[in-house]
């Protein structure tokens, strides 16, 4: 069951693995899609190389309950923060997780991903932000579900506007209608950090508010005229 969303997520996993956002021969990195009408997700599974990676290997979650439900291996260790990310974020279809080297190092720095650019605005709408860090407590308990709590809960009201977030001290997640874009997003989340990075030792300033409302508007919304009919 469930072969066209496992497939999804197995084909967004692949993508992360080919596009250099990590290490070569690394586990890292992790992606879902969920099946809003059946409840569920697929997602990789924990720990498997990317190179014995097959369709079937792909885990079907329970977005409600949070168990599995189709697959033989486990699931991916970071599925609770997949799982409240769909669970705070009615709109969005997939979700992707690296460490991919920039973005990761502004999570460590603790610090937001300033809009210096049109790649930045074509894609989020103003900064991406690095959601605050999580207490001893939340550390110790729910881990990987309290991850996604705060990210949801910081990201709640721009979660289509910016689909992105850096979980502070860990590294991206990013999100999208499927799992192709979610990964997309990452993608191009990277390349906006590492030219960020660039812009603040080059002193940069911000992009202006009306260049970034242009370019954000020609491509999302009701005005979008970017691209193809
Ligand atoms: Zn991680």
Redesign the pocket.
């Known amino acids: 069951m469930y072969q066209e969303l496992k497939e999804a997520a197995y084909l967004a996993n692949m993508t992360i693995a080919r596009s250099g956002l990590i290490p070569v021969d690394s586990t890292?990195g992790n992606a879902s899609q969920c099946d809003r009408q059946a409840g569920v997700m697929a997602i990789k599974p924990s720990g498997v190389d990317y190179s014995l990676l097959t369709v079937k290997d792909m885990v079907v979650v329970d977005l409600a309950t949070g168990q599995v439900v189709e697959g033989r291996l486990r699931p991916s260790s970071?599925t609770p923060t997949h799982l409240e990310l769909y669970r705070a974020f009615p709109e969005i279809g997939g979700v992707a997780?690296t460490?991919s080297r920039w973005a990761t190092i502004f999570a460590q720095s603790r610090r937001d991903i300033p809009p210096y650019g049109t790649t930045h605005a074509d894609t989020f709408y103003g900064a991406v932000p690095c959601v605050p860090a999580l207490s001893q407590e939340q550390v110790e308990g729910d881990y990987e579900g309290n991850t996604g709590r705060v990210m949801a809960a910081h990201c709640q009201n721009t979660y289509n506007q910016v689909p992105a977030a850096l979980?502070a001290g860990?590294?991206p997640f990013t999100w999208g209608a499927n799992a192709a874009k979610a990964v997309e997003n990452a993608i191009t989340l990277e390349e906006c950090a590492a030219m960020a990075y660039h812009s603040i030792q080059l002193g940069a300033p911000l992009l202006e508010q009306y260049v970034l409302d242009k370019h954000y508007s020609r491509k999302h919304g009701p005005k979008a005229y970017y691209g193809q009919k």
Do not use: I, K, S
């Open positions: 890292w970071d997780h460490h979980a860990h590294g």
